[in-house]
């Protein structure tokens, strides 16, 4: 664990699950280093088996009362959000007296996926909580520069990455996705709500005849590192081979590798690039 | 037909038919107005039904020099497009020597959408025919400003299409499509290649609890007035109702209706409203 000494020396860590395999390889990560770990579990989000064998408590996103009492009960004093959380409507939120508290002083319908992040995290760093980025605690998660594995994108593939880039800044800045799958110049899907996992599934039958087709993963601008960063992991891998795509671009620094050696073998297996790009690249 | 006086004496009125209701709209409103037609169906794209009763010839969208040789030999000058084409990949596209000489001279993978549709109505124009925009042909085809049925959108319905206007048109600015569906101030769906029926339906799984969702559709910063406006018809009014969405939000002016009466009366029998919003409001 790189930035161990970084963490508080009391008290487990928080990991406040959501979806995907991010919060299962936070609490591999931490109980490889023989740290203690608390998970809140997400309803309708977080991984069963994941958190199964580690002390957790289920809740729901709106009873945020009930989640501060059971961080504090079991004296969590540093907290990691790990994993996707749809945003839910506010019928279906039900939020009790806290959470009816904090989006009274955030509002909610005028916040984007990554502004409403940002406020969670101020108000669990005002109930006392220090919120730690999950790249802290994750060795090698951070995808460098240029391909992973063997396959390196052709030139036609640049010129889509190059493309996609610019697009998924945009989409980025509006806060409505972080990825984009472009084929031979042309954007098939832009991600908002169904989520990556969803763009590449449904991209599949949007592919025009002939090469190509590139997934390209960004940060937002302005992205609260803390939550929601880019992440790709094996099931990317699959997903973008079964709907006949190229390759897989994402930024570089700023996306996480859930299960690098998976990714590689995967990638090299089903002849799919997958590189990072730094930001600064056309 | 408003704008009759316009169009040369001579010959019939060409129109190049692509996807959608707008060609059979075209035709209809030409035979109810004397004027002869010569339609050139675009294979994959064109309804059979749609062009079977008038004088007509199949072309594939790569093959321009047929195209053009069916015009001139039918003695066309006037040419109206009509309809959607989806964007072939150059794979699909199978281009003849006279499309690959256009193509080499535009370039292809740089453009989007609308930038192709205005180098082809260039690249008509410079082989001598005068391009008419549909709407010039269609009565009443413009959405006015306002409710078109017995529905309005009520205050959170109002605040959904403010924040999609906003969205459809950065997302317009980028050539990657015209319409949003945004539901409680969130982005459920962007349209890309998909088109808006494509959009529509997946947006019906990914409505949050709760009420409302509107679809709002946008005129292109820019975009080629003669081709590919945004249209609403009867279609988009049932799936957008079939999808769970409360209305249909589009830009006055830009947009054209296809059978007003169908589309009132699906509305205001589905409860939906449809409304058309100028560029200036909110």
């Known amino acids: 664990m790189a930035a161990d000494a970084e963490l508080s020396a009391h ?9 995907g395999g991010l919060p ?4 591999e990560s931490c109980r ?14 977080a991984d069963r088996e994941a958190v ?29 959000l790990a994993g996707g959380v749809r945003r839910p409507s506010l019928a279906a939120l039900r939020p009790d007296w806290q959470a009816a508290k904090i989006l009274a002083r955030i509002g909610y319908r005028a916040l984007g996926d990554d502004g409403l992040l940002k406020a969670v995290i101020k108000e669990l760093e005002r109930e006392g ?52 799958v472009v084929q031979q110049g042309f954007v098939l899907g832009v ?12 991209c599949a039958p949007l592919r025009r005849e002939g090469p190509g087709g590139v997934l390209v993963k960004v940060e937002k601008p302005g992205q609260e590192k803390r939550a929601d960063r880019p992440v790709i ?28 050696d998976e990714v590689i073998r995967l990638a090299d297996s089903t002849g799919l690039f997958v590189v990072g790009i730094r930001p600064s690249d056309p």
């Not at 299962?24 to 609490?27: D, E």
């Not at 608390?38 to 309803?43: C, D, I, P």
């Not at 009362?65 to 079991?74: E, F, Q, S, V």
């Not at 991600?191 to 449904?202: K, M, N, P, Q, V």
Request: charged share 20%; with cysteine; net charge negative.
């Open 52 to 80: 199964a064998t580690v002390p957790h408590a289920w809740c729901r996103v709106g009873a945020a009362a009930t989640a501060l009492d059971l961080l504090r009960t079991n004296a969590v004093s540093d907290l990691v």
């Open 129 to 180: 909580f220090r919120v730690i980025g999950a790249d802290q605690l994750l060795d090698e998660a951070g995808l460098p520069e240029g391909p992973l594995g063997r396959i390196r994108p052709d030139p036609d593939a640049e010129s889509d990455i190059a493309h996609g880039m610019r697009i998924a800044r945009a989409i980025g800045a509006l806060d409505i996705g972080q990825a984009v």
């Open 24 to 27: 299962r390889r936070v609490i």
């Open 233 to 260: 992991g094996p099931q990317t891998v699959i997903l973008a081979a079964e709907s006949g795509l190229c390759g897989i671009a994402a930024e570089a620094g700023a996306t996480l590798v859930l299960d690098r």
């Open 32 to 45: 490889a280093a023989g740290r203690e770990v608390f998970v809140l579990a997400l309803e309708g989000e």
């Open 11 to 19: 008290g487990p860590l928080g990991i406040i699950a959501g979806s």
């Open 191 to 202: 991600e908002a709500i169904e989520g990556t996992d969803g763009l590449l599934r449904r």
